[in-house]
């Protein structure tokens, strides 16, 4: 079903104090318990200019289904190695050339 697709994954928060994480990357596996991909992090932070802090390759992440907020397909031909983040009020968005923005959270919730 998302397998082979490039996807924003976002994931639930688990407390109050913990950093809101999405996930940008090519589902490599998927079943009723797991997703599996090969994604790089956004982390939402008050600390940095930008509003998030963006791990610099992808790497393997494993993720429990019941972890999931949400899931965007982004176009099959999204380059995940250069994610640009933009503001629309207080939300940050991922730039999708071609599409619509993905969600990636709001300002000052890191």
Known sequence: MIKDRIVRLK??????GQKPWCYI???TA??????IMEARGIMLSRQQQQGVEI??????MM?????IESIR???DGF???DLRVTT???KLMLVVDGAADAFLGEMGEG
């Open 79 to 81: 380059n995940v190695a």
């Open 30 to 35: 998927f079943n009723d318990n797991w997703l």
């Open 63 to 67: 993720f429990p289904r019941e972890s």
């Open 73 to 75: 397909v982004l176009p």
């Open 11 to 16: 994931l639930k928060k688990g407390h109050q």
């Open 25 to 27: 990357g090519k589902v």
């Open 88 to 90: 629309d009020g207080q």
């Open 55 to 60: 791990d610099k390759k992808p790497s393997a």
